[in-house]
């Protein structure tokens, strides 16, 4: 007879619970300092680390909905932390780019950010560089 399932004890579920608390958790801190929503967040760390990106592409990195990226945009260029332009080689495609008040944000929030990854790393304690291993591991099979 097959073992029963149990869903406490299946890695998706475990994985999906860990990062809803663990995002969770990151999100109080730019929520309260710039009532940024996770998507949002999301958004404009990715921007930080490009010069221009089309939705598609933070679309397709970030693992969240077209929509949800574009509803994100328009939020964020309202308030002043990016720009959307029509990209030159291919016009279906919009652009997206931090503004200047979008990177002063990002430079406040980058230390913010490695600081929890480092509070998480020390509850990890000696499990930490195993643990880091065995998600690099998950991403690259998961990703092909």
Known sequence: MA???ILD???PYRMSVLAGRLSREYSRIYQ???GLSRAEWRVVAHLSQESAVS???IHARVDMDK???SRAATRLEQAGYITKRTSIS???LVELALTG???EMMAELAPLAQAFQDELLTRLGAHADGFLRGADRL???SDG
């Open 3 to 5: 073992e029963p399932f």
């Open 9 to 11: 004890d299946f890695l």
């Open 32 to 34: 309260e300092r710039f």
């Open 55 to 57: 939705v598609r592409e």
């Open 67 to 69: 929509s949800k990226v």
């Open 90 to 92: 291919d016009r279906r």
């Open 101 to 103: 008040k979008g990177h």
């Open 139 to 141: 991403l690259e099979i």
